[in-house]
């Protein structure tokens, strides 16, 4: 299950203030940890040293030496029985020539607890660990070793890591509720956005509003107003060929219906083969009109331009003008390329070869018979491609030329040949996807010229 952006804030916060707690609770520890064992070793060197030197002054003199180290012990422990609990955990020996046992503390083993070098050292006696520190007088008639059980070190870390632990784990469920409020109130632009978006209608397009969006999630609504543009865009497409197609269409059917019923209910066979043979070019009108505006509706959506290559115009000419050959045969229309023909733009190969059979086409179905079509395909001085398609049809009026791109527009030189209006708006709608320009103008052979000029590659 997919977790939420407020789940996935709230969990890497939180483990990240964790963690760094954690961290800083260990480093301290640590740190800790290694102060106190200083601390300690420089109190059992100065306790050694102080040790030594009373040790020294009291045993310089006879009658100490004339005593027994018992005596000594045993007014040490009277002492030491009326002290802190701690000084049980404190041991200390008093070792003079010959490895005799001076005086030692109630705790004190009467065996050396380290051996003869000076320094630190652990030793375990009686299941307790111990850190002892030795230390001999300048003349080696005395050695003093001070132990201090581990446990009072241990005791001491331990209470430092509570006092560290203990405030991080109490006011942890204070920290989750503080990252949970900042997080959903940084987060409430985003919901509101939702709301807003899941709230509206189906044709409810207009742009989202960009006030107090943050700026991280201004490129998503951006994009998403962008989406809202091109759907709307997309739908009134949708609803105009609808409407055009509806138009289009209701007239070309009436007159298929007239054509049947005369066919149909005329008992003079001449009248019902006139009927019949309108009823087929009727069907033939239709059809071409269906099949222009499914082209149409088909270069409506930007996708049909994505797969873009290079695209070689004279050899995609040479095909339309063969696929188009048999109808400028019927109408003994010579059509040529021009041998010299050069060009390759990047583009869509499908939109390109409907533009040219579209461009084509035309030019024979306004083309008296026994006209000419010339297409000509060239290179420009500063790389770009131009595509021209000229004919000795009747032309374009000059004042009509702007309109003849609008769907449906018939010019008036155009009334009397059968077509759908549609085939420049075709046109026009693939040269405004490659970027390209079309102009129309009076060609040489006496009647239209179209000349499609693209970009340099």
Same mark, same amino acid.
């Given at each position: 299950?997919?977790?939420?952006?407020?789940?996935?804030?709230?969990?890497?916060? @939180?483990?990240?203030?964790?963690?760094?707690?954690?961290?800083?609770?260990?480093?301290?520890?640590?740190?800790?940890?290694?102060?106190?064992?200083?601390?300690?070793? !420089?109190?059992?060197?100065?306790? !050694?040293? /102080?040790?030594?030197?009373?040790?020294?002054?009291?045993?310089?003199?006879?009658?100490?030496?004339?005593?027994?180290?018992?005596?000594?012990?045993?007014?040490?422990?009277?002492? #030491?029985?009326?002290? %802190?609990? =701690?000084?049980?955990?404190?041991?200390?020996?008093?070792?003079?020539?010959?490895?005799?046992?001076?005086?030692?503390?109630?705790?004190?083993?009467?065996?050396?607890?380290?051996?003869?070098?000076?320094?630190?050292?652990?030793?375990?006696?009686?299941?307790? %660990?111990?850190?002892? =520190?030795?230390?001999?007088?300048?003349?080696?008639?005395?050695?003093?070793?001070? !132990?201090?059980?581990?446990?009072?070190?241990?005791?001491?870390?331990?209470?430092?890591?509570?006092?560290?632990?203990?405030?991080? #784990?109490?006011?942890?469920?204070?920290?989750?509720?503080?990252?949970?409020?900042?997080?959903?109130?940084?987060?409430?632009?985003?919901?509101?956005?939702?709301?807003?978006?899941?709230?509206?209608?189906?044709?409810?397009?207009?742009?989202?509003?960009?006030?107090?969006? +943050?700026?991280?999630?201004? +490129? #998503?609504?951006?994009? @998403?107003?962008?989406?809202?543009?091109?759907?709307?865009?997309?739908?009134?497409?949708?609803?105009?060929?609808?409407?055009?197609?509806?138009?289009?269409?209701?007239?070309?059917?009436?007159?298929?219906?007239?054509?049947?019923?005369?066919?149909?209910?005329?008992?003079?066979?001449?009248?019902?083969?006139?009927?019949?043979?309108?009823?087929?070019?009727?069907?033939?009108?239709?059809?071409?009109?269906?099949?222009?505006?499914?082209?149409?509706?088909? #270069?409506?959506?930007?996708?049909?331009?994505?797969?873009?290559?290079?695209?070689?115009?004279?050899?995609?000419?040479?095909?339309?003008?063969?696929?188009?050959?048999?109808?400028?045969?019927?109408?003994?229309?010579?059509?040529?390329?021009?041998?010299?023909?050069?060009?390759? /733009?990047?583009?869509? %190969?499908?939109?390109?070869?409907?533009?040219?059979?579209?461009?084509?086409?035309?030019?024979?179905?306004?083309?008296?018979?026994?006209?000419?079509?010339?297409?000509? &395909?060239?290179?420009?001085?500063?790389?770009?491609?131009?595509?021209? /398609?000229?004919?000795?049809?009747?032309?374009?009026?000059?004042?009509?030329?702007?309109?003849?791109?609008?769907?449906?527009?018939?010019?008036?030189?155009?009334?009397?040949?059968?077509?759908?209006?549609?085939?420049?708006?075709?046109?026009?709608? &693939?040269?405004?996807?490659?970027?390209?320009?079309?102009?129309?103008?009076?060609?040489?052979?006496?009647?239209?010229?179209?000349?499609?000029?693209?970009?340099? +590659?």
């Amino acid at each position: 299950m997919t977790r939420s952006i407020r789940q996935r804030l709230l969990v890497t916060l @939180l483990s990240v203030v964790i963690l760094s707690w954690v961290l800083t609770a260990l480093s301290g520890y640590y740190e800790a940890h290694h102060e106190i064992e200083e601390l300690f070793d !420089a109190q059992l060197a100065q306790s !050694a040293r /102080v040790l030594l030197a009373m040790s020294s002054h009291e045993l310089e003199e006879e009658r100490l030496y004339g005593q027994s180290g018992n005596n000594v012990i045993t007014a040490y422990e009277a002492e #030491l029985a009326a002290g %802190h609990e =701690y000084e049980r955990k404190l041991a200390f020996q008093v070792w003079t020539e010959g490895n005799k046992l001076a005086l030692r503390s109630e705790n004190a083993p009467t065996f050396p607890m380290a051996g003869e070098a000076n320094g630190y050292s652990e030793r375990t006696l009686n299941e307790t %660990h111990w850190r002892v =520190y030795s230390l001999t007088g300048a003349h080696g008639k005395i050695r003093v070793q001070v !132990a201090q059980s581990l446990e009072i070190r241990n005791e001491l870390v331990e209470a430092i890591a509570q006092r560290l632990l203990i405030p991080i #784990l109490l006011s942890l469920p204070l920290l989750a509720l503080l990252i949970w409020f900042g997080v959903t109130r940084a987060l409430r632009p985003l919901l509101d956005l939702a709301r807003d978006v899941s709230q509206r209608d189906p044709d409810q397009l207009q742009p989202l509003p960009l006030e107090h969006i +943050p700026a991280e999630s201004r +490129p #998503l609504v951006e994009s @998403l107003n962008q989406l809202f543009d091109r759907l709307e865009t997309a739908f009134e497409n949708e609803r105009r060929f609808t409407a055009d197609a509806a138009h289009e269409l209701r007239t070309p059917l009436a007159a298929l219906r007239i054509q049947a019923q005369v066919a149909q209910g005329s008992e003079d066979e001449t009248a019902r083969r006139h009927a019949l043979q309108q009823l087929v070019q009727g069907v033939d009108r239709a059809t071409h009109l269906v099949q222009q505006l499914l082209t149409l509706a088909r #270069l409506d959506p930007d996708t049909a331009y994505v797969d873009k290559r290079e695209v070689d115009l004279c050899t995609l000419a040479r095909e339309t003008l063969a696929e188009l050959s048999a109808a400028a045969q019927a109408k003994n229309i010579e059509m040529s390329l021009d041998p010299a023909c050069h060009g390759r /733009v990047r583009g869509n %190969h499908d939109a390109l070869a409907i533009l040219l059979r579209n461009l084509v086409e035309n030019a024979i179905r306004y083309t008296p018979e026994g006209g000419t079509v010339e297409v000509r &395909v060239q290179t420009r001085e500063d790389q770009g491609v131009e595509l021209s /398609v000229a004919d000795s049809g009747p032309g374009i009026p000059e004042e009509e030329r702007p309109q003849v791109m609008e769907r449906f527009y018939r010019s008036s030189t155009a009334q009397q040949t059968p077509g759908s209006g549609l085939g420049l708006s075709i046109v026009q709608r &693939v040269v405004e996807h490659h970027k390209a320009t079309l102009t129309l103008g009076s060609s040489t052979l006496g009647g239209l010229e179209v000349t499609v000029r693209f970009p340099k +590659p």
